[in-house]
Structure formats: structure tokens, C-alpha cells
């Protein structure tokens, strides 16, 4: 029985000792939170903005839709991506999802 009698001391209100350390832990889940969550998310956010200013006429490409082509054509928002003989295609620029390796298309 000296186990539920410490539980129910253990409860009493007007103790405040309580009250700053969930303070402290809803500080620490939140610091948790932001080194696991947030933090990569945005350092991944920054590389592929950086990728996109970066594509140029004569890249090949992946776009999020799975086509892989060759870039033909650069403008300020929309690229035209080769995709075959004859066959051209106009995207988005942050619909590119990667950057290939040259020759990667002959190898495909």
C-alpha cells in the first residue's frame, strides 16, 4: 500500500517544482524537434533551389514526374526538355528533381 500512498502525495497541488520542469521539457522537445525536423528540411530546400538556378541548355535531367531528358531551351520559369527525336516538352523549373551526369540518357 506505501505505493499508491506516494502516488497520491506525489499529486498534491501547490507544488511548483512540477510546473517548470514540463517548461523545460516542452523546451527540449521543441529544440528535438528542430534539429530532426526542421533544420534538414530547410538545408534540403536550399540545395535544390540552388540546383534549379543552376540548370543550364545541355543538362540532362529528372523531372518529379520520372521523365529523363536534355535541356534545350532556358527561360525564367519554364525550361523545354527533349525527351526523344522530335519530341519536346516544357517544364517547370522546380519540377526538376535532379541533375544527371553527362551521358547518362546515351547509357539509358
Known amino acids: 500500500m506505501n505505493f499508491f500512498d506516494t502516488a497520491v502525495y506525489a499529486a498534491q497541488p501547490g507544488q511548483t517544482g ?15 524537434f528542430y534539429f530532426l525536423l526542421l533544420r534538414p528540411q530547410q538545408k534540403q530546400h536550399k ?3 540552388k540546383m534549379v538556378e543552376a540548370l543550364g ?24 526538355v527533349k525527351i526523344a527525336d522530335g519530341v519536346e516538352i516544357k517544364v517547370q523549373r522546380h519540377h526538376i528533381a535532379r541533375v544527371l551526369p553527362k551521358g547518362t540518357m546515351k547509357s539509358a
Not at 512540477?18 to 523546451?27: G, K
Open 18 to 32: 512540477s510546473s517548470s520542469m514540463s517548461l523545460i521539457m516542452i523546451f527540449v522537445i521543441f529544440i528535438v
Open 47 to 49: 540545395q535544390h533551389k
Open 57 to 80: 541548355a545541355g543538362d540532362e535531367v529528372i523531372t518529379n514526374g520520372g521523365l529523363l531528358g536534355k535541356i534545350s531551351k532556358v527561360g525564367e520559369q519554364f525550361l523545354t
